[in-house]
């Protein structure tokens, strides 16, 4: 425990807050769990919060340990496939809303950021925040050339306490995954990875311009999208001044017919642009709640706040190309497949998994697909076969399904499929083209020649076995007594990749000649399963 005690240490003002919180909320037993009992005040138990539920508890632990705990449960939030709905919808709840700070103790960063005062840059600048959050808040203003701005202030003294809170948290996933070993399956460091990357972008807001600009640029050949306009040299990691945009939330659907705007033209506008993001720029708006939205006459969308962005490299656009693919198939082994690929599991119950895919499909397809509540869906299905999504698509389902929850209260005969129809299309053309293919293949043969150029130096250690027949190649699939004889899900694929493989470095014919005996699985004695 010296790791634990020098951390400890380290941040030993912010620990003890972070420890009378968890007490006064009547969490004592994570800290005990932990192997931190030893934290607790001396003959100090849960401070008398029990009689709320444990969700509700910890939610509100959470916002009382300010931003990076905020943020933390956010995150969570979008796990479906980790914790129940009990406690996911409860951590939807959490608040980053706080009483804003007075003009008076933020005035002096605003003029050193912005190298004067206020009224050098702005013909008005409106004091009294409209919006404030526990990282930043935001406040009108007009520039001298009359345009409508907002100026998004980040809080003073916020890094030191965030950096505190990520090395605390990152060294608590470690104890987590040294005590209960079965939980590395579901990645609490990759999930606090995912947090430190959150908060260092949500504490640099010239870096959520950037997004911002880098997603105008992206979707500029869509003219019914609106992104801010940022205002680059009145910008930097404090301040963030952009374009006002005057528009209406989506919440009320009457009085958006009221004011002469179609409803379903903007639900399919807003869901093209976020499919465009997601799958073709990889590059997408993470958090797509009504606030961050605006109606805009003529029937346009404007996107705000790119604070939380999500990232998908092409291969798990593909990966989630393949699920929707999958789904509206409705292929169960499909299915399966992807959600293995995905785990990177191998003591999964593969029958079990195939059997609930079977039942999922049967209730979700290309007649039935409602986004949303697929995607809810899926993540239980995840969840009950132990299945832990990689962070970034985890963080797109829960995008996918606050977008979809927006564009059905504007068009409840929303039809996500008809939408996305083209966008695949499109994305499955780009890949399969002569030059997409071309380059494919010249980085397949980049990985054979790194390969080739280890076969003298493997054939010299090789060569006396060669000789006396003596080569075997023994792998064992772990968990296969369990599946009997049923090797369809993984044991083909092994065996095909090694004898392309082999072909392809030329071994082959050497192999047969030399004539060892490859034994690509050992089978055991049979377990009654």
């Known amino acids: 425990m010296l790791e634990t005690a020098l951390v400890a240490a380290r941040d ?22 932990l192997g931190l009992a030893g934290l607790l005040p001396s003959g100090r138990r849960s401070g008398g919060s029990e009689a709320r539920p ?85 406040h009108r203003a007009r520039l001298k050339s009359g345009e409508e701005v907002v100026v998004k202030i980040r809080r003073a003294g916020l890094r030191p306490q965030i950096e505190a809170d990520v090395r605390l948290l990152s060294h608590a996933a470690s104890l ?33 311009g950037r997004n911002s600009q880098t997603i105008a640029a992206n979707l500029a050949d869509m003219p019914d999208i609106r992104i801010p306009r940022v205002y680059p040299q009145w910008t930097c990691e404090r301040l963030l001044v952009q374009e006002f945009m005057d528009g209406r939330t989506p919440t009320d659907r009457q009085l958006l017919l009221d004011a002469g705007l179609d409803c379903p033209l903007l639900a399919r506008r807003g869901a093209a642009a ?78 079990r998994l195939e059997g609930d895919c079977g039942r999922f499909l049967a209730r979700h397809g290309k007649d039935n697909l409602r986004l949303g509540e697929t995607m809810m869906e899926f993540m239980a299905l995840a969840r009950r076969n132990q299945l832990a999504m990689p962070a970034e698509l985890a963080l797109l389902f829960k995008a996918l399904m606050t977008a979809d929850g927006v564009m059905r209260n504007l068009d409840p005969d929303f039809d996500v499929v008809r939408v996305a129809a083209p966008l695949v299309a499109r994305e499955m053309q780009d890949r ?37 027949g003596r080569l075997t190649a023994d792998i064992e699939v772990k968990g296969l007594e369990r599946i009997g004889g049923d090797v369809r899900w993984a044991a083909s694929r092994i065996a095909v990749t090694l004898v392309v493989a082999a072909f392809a470095l030329g071994l082959a014919p050497r192999l047969l000649d030399f004539g060892p005996a490859i034994s690509v699985f050992r089978s055991r004695p049979s377990s009654g399963c």
Request: net charge negative; charged share 25%.
């Open 176 to 208: 987590v995954e040294h005590e209960w070993p079965a939980a590395v399956r579901y990645r609490p460091r990759e999930i606090l990875e995912q947090l430190g990357a959150a908060m260092t972008d949500e504490l640099d807001l010239a870096r959520e």
């Open 12 to 33: 030993r003002k912010r620990l003890a807050e972070i420890v009378s919180v968890v007490t006064r909320y009547g969490m004592d037993d994570l800290l005990i769990r």
């Open 432 to 468: 399969f083209q002569p030059k997409a293919l071309l380059d494919q293949g010249r980085g397949a043969a980049l990985d054979l020649l790194g390969l080739a150029s280890e076969v003298p130096s493997l054939m010299r250690l090789l060569a006396p076995r060669l000789r006396e």
């Open 274 to 351: 976020f499919l465009h993001m997601a799958l073709i720029d990889g590059f997408f708006h993470a958090d797509p709640h009504p606030g961050n939205l605006r109606a805009l006459p003529g029937n346009a969308i404007a996107f705000l706040d790119f604070g939380q962005v999500g990232h998908l490299s092409r291969r798990r656009r593909g990966q989630f190309l393949a699920l929707i693919g999958a789904i509206v198939k409705s292929d169960a082994e499909s299915l399966g497949f992807v959600m293995l690929e995905w785990s990177g599991a191998a003591d999964i119950d593969l029958p």
């Open 54 to 138: 444990a969700p509700e508890r910890l939610r509100l632990a959470l916002e009382a340990l300010g931003p990076t705990f905020v943020k933390l449960g956010q995150i969570l939030s979008t796990r479906a496939d980790l914790l129940g709905p009990e406690w996911t919808l409860e951590l939807e709840k959490l608040q980053s809303h706080v009483a804003p700070s007075p003009w008076e103790t933020i005035r002096a960063q605003v003029e050193e950021d912005l190298g004067g005062p206020p009224e050098d840059a702005f013909a008005r600048f409106d004091t009294t925040p409209i919006a404030a959050g526990s990282v930043a808040q935001v």
